[in-house]
C-alpha cells in the first residue's frame, strides 16, 4: 500500500512539475510574441496566455530531449533543478531589458 502511495505521489510531483514548465515558457512565448513579434508584423493577430502556452509545448516538440542515466547513489542535483526552474524567469528578465533599453 506504501508503495502505489509513493508512487501516485510520484506521479503527481511530476505532473505538477510539467504543468510549471509548461506554464513558465508558455508565459515567456506569450510576452515574445506580444513585445517582439506583434510591433514588426502588425498584421499577425493577438494570442491569449492559453494560446502561447500551447504554442510552447508545440514548439518543445522540435527540440532534443536529453536524459542521463540516473545512479541510484548518486545524490540529486538540487543546484541544477533550481536552474530549470528559474531559467525561464531569467530570460523573461533579459528579455525586458532589451526591450526597455533596446527598442
Not at 515558457?25 to 510574441?33: H, P, S
Not at 493577438?46 to 508545440?58: D, M, N, P, R, V
Amino acid at each position: 500500500m506504501e508503495a502505489l502511495i509513493g508512487i501516485l505521489l510520484l506521479f503527481g510531483v511530476v505532473a505538477l512539475l510539467i504543468a510549471y514548465n509548461a506554464f513558465a515558457w508558455g508565459t515567456v512565448v506569450f510576452y515574445f510574441y506580444t513585445w517582439f513579434i506583434l510591433p514588426i508584423f502588425i498584421n499577425l493577430p493577438y494570442i491569449s496566455l492559453k494560446e502561447a502556452i500551447g504554442l510552447g509545448l508545440f514548439i518543445s516538440l522540435f527540440k532534443p530531449h536529453t536524459y542521463k542515466k540516473v545512479d541510484k547513489e548518486a545524490e540529486t542535483d538540487w543546484g541544477i533543478i533550481g536552474v530549470n526552474m528559474l531559467m525561464p524567469w531569467i530570460v523573461l528578465l533579459l528579455a525586458y531589458f532589451i526591450k526597455q533599453t533596446l527598442l
